[in-house]
């Protein structure tokens, strides 16, 4: 870009910094220097680079969304929490929002993940151990006790049963006399990194695809400020992929939800907002930090130029960002406190709207109030000690950060080509491909790949090559981990850590059966029935399913009709 170009695009950008809204705050070192808002190019000076990096708030928002950085709002902490029972972990929660926290993060435990029963067979043993077990309406009542939801942005972290979950929530919050058209928060849904690395689904992909579509029309038309989607590539790092999968197969399926809205006939520039995404943030400081600036890139190009979206709101790629838990160790766990604030600044100098920081006992059991403290501390810490909430995309410009950058985002558009191939379309330029095929597909071309490539287990065969490369690069001393591979001896004791008493599940079982026999049962059966004439058909599933949730209809119930009609999944591994 020329040094006209550049003087152009800085004088853009001061315009709106000078306009934008800014927290009352003292922006010098702690020397006391004065920090600029942003930096770019001296003046005069000619950049080709700047036609990719931009400026903050401007396309391609490699720079982030907003000309004022973290001046202007700074990025929400938002603990990811839940085990035991509804009442221990409203506890937690509140501690957390007193502590600090900004919004709620929610984790299920495994029953609830699966759209289960506490008391069904095959919850034996998992209830209330690696989140908070939901049965019903009533359950979500205890959860968010003496806590306001219209006044607290709340994140769901379920794809699976999602629709249920989310439709108590709504019970909830009407019981709370909360008007539910002013929710705001995020719920996770995204069905496609469970085939391709949680595995945590409930029906063959199609129907999810359309529970997934019924929500995503029933927020948009009704809850405006309520995200329906979170497309997360967590899992799928944490499942083994390289940085570059992380954010190819992540990207991929976020296409693949514009791809379902504009099926629907939904407005791109109205539901594209409502998306979200769910990063890791690993432990290789530097890419972390390219992967989340070409993220955010990618998606505002593929947005604008495929999928027609005009505003910036809908080019925009906001997201959560959650420290690695894969990176953790039992051994030497203190260590783990030092990894975390590695990984959570990396997030920061990516420019993440939302952090979860992991607690170091948490690769042993869930956290202890005094490990969740210290990990709520470590944003603290980052926040208002280090400075890096001065200035915006602080690394901005650096030969390393920004080749790095165009390196993670060359190898995604790579992956983007083998996905489009998949379903049938092949070229050089995958945003291209996806555009001029649109109208080849029942939903879209990548779509179209993604089922089959979880069809055939090629997502599955990807991720198991990266991470059995990286535990070879372990195990031949290539790469490192302190504690583990290097640098065994220690001085520390083991740790105390929480453990969750059977009477959890016990006392889960009496409770569920006490409410199905206080419950109208006539009414939940009329509310079942309900919810599978609409899945025969083609009526929005999303009130049917909120009408069971008033009346107290359990999720392993309302899943249960589901998957009476649907059936379940079974996967291809592909290797």
């Known amino acids: 870009m020329d040094a006209e170009s550049i003087a152009e695009g800085r004088e853009r950008w001061a315009k709106r910094y000078a306009s934008a809204a800014k927290r009352e705050a003292d922006f010098t070192t702690l020397s006391g220097l004065e920090t600029e808002p942003a930096y770019g190019p001296p003046e005069g000076v000619a950049d080709p680079r700047m036609e990719r990096i931009g400026w903050p708030g401007e396309f391609p928002f490699t720079r982030g969304l907003y000309p004022t950085g973290y001046r202007g709002r700074q990025w929400t902490i938002r603990q990811f929490s839940g085990f035991g029972n509804a009442e221990q972990t409203n506890a937690r929660y509140k501690m957390l929002l007193g502590a600090g926290g900004g919004g709620l993060s929610v984790a299920f435990d495994m029953p609830t993940l699966m759209g289960r029963d506490s008391d069904e067979p095959a919850s034996l ?11 019903s309406t009533a359950d979500m009542d205890r959860l968010f006790n003496g806590i306001d939801l219209g006044a607290v942005t709340t994140s769901m972290t379920i794809s699976g049963p999602a629709v249920p979950i989310f439709c108590m929530y709504l019970a909830a919050a009407e019981r709370q ?5 002013i929710l705001d928060g995020t719920l996770q849904t995204d069905i496609h990194k469970e085939y391709i690395a949680q595995k945590e689904w409930l029906f063959p992909p199609e129907p999810h695809l359309r529970l997934i579509g019924d929500l995503m029309a029933y927020c948009a038309e009704r809850i405006p400020r309520y995200k329906p989607l979170s497309v997360s590539g967590y899992h799928i790092r944490e499942a083994g992929s390289t940085a570059a999968q992380e954010l190819a197969f992540t990207l991929a399926d976020g296409f693949s939800y ?7 006939g939904l ?5 594209a907002p409502g998306l979200s995404f769910f990063f890791d943030a690993h432990i290789d400081f530097f890419e972390e930090i390219a992967k989340f600036r070409a993220a955010r890139r ?3 190009r593929w947005l604008r130029d495929v999928y027609g979206a005009q505003t910036d709101r809908a080019q925009w790629l906001r997201f959560h960002t959650q420290t690695a838990g894969v990176s953790l160790t039992a051994q030497q766990p203190y260590n783990n406190v030092v990894r975390t604030a590695v990984e959570a600044l990396a997030a920061i100098m990516g420019g993440t709207n939302s952090l979860h920081t992991n607690a170091l006992d948490e690769t042993l059991a869930l956290p202890t109030d005094q490990s969740a403290e210290i990990a709520l501390r470590t944003q603290s810490v980052l926040r208002d000690e280090t400075g890096v909430t001065n200035v915006a995309d602080p690394l901005g410009g650096s030969w390393y950060v920004e080749a790095l950058t165009d390196r993670i985002e060359a190898e995604a558009e790579r992956i983007f ?3 489009l191939a998949l379903g049938g379309e092949t070229g050089d330029d995958p945003a291209a491909v996806a555009r001029e095929a649109a109208d080849r597909h029942e939903i879209g071309p990548v779509t179209s790949g993604i089922l089959r490539g979880i069809e055939d287990g090629w997502f599955n065969a990807e991720i198991a090559e990266a991470a059995f490369t990286y535990q070879q690069q372990l195990e031949d001393g290539t790469k490192h981990i302190v504690g583990v591979t290097e640098l065994h001896d220690t001085v520390t004791p083991d740790l105390e850590i929480l453990r969750i008493s059977g009477d959890i599940e016990r006392d889960q079982r009496t409770v569920l059966e006490t409410r199905r026999a206080d419950r109208d049962n006539a009414a939940v059966e009329r509310a079942l029935a309900d919810i599978v004439a609409a899945a025969q058909g083609s009526t929005n599933l999303i009130e049917p399913i909120l009408e069971a949730a008033r009346a107290e209809a359990t999720l392993g119930e309302i899943c249960g ?6 059936g379940e999944y079974r996967e291809t591994t592909g290797i």
Do not use: N
């Open 298 to 300: 990618i998606w505002a």
């Open 267 to 271: 407005d791109v520039d109205r539901f």
């Open 258 to 264: 514009v791809e379902l809205g504009l099926s629907r």
């Open 125 to 135: 043993g998992e209830v209330g151990h690696c989140g908070v077990a939901i049965d």
């Open 417 to 419: 080509l083998q996905i």
């Open 177 to 181: 006399g909360v008007d539910i058209s």
């Open 561 to 566: 009709a589901l998957r009476e009609e649907w």
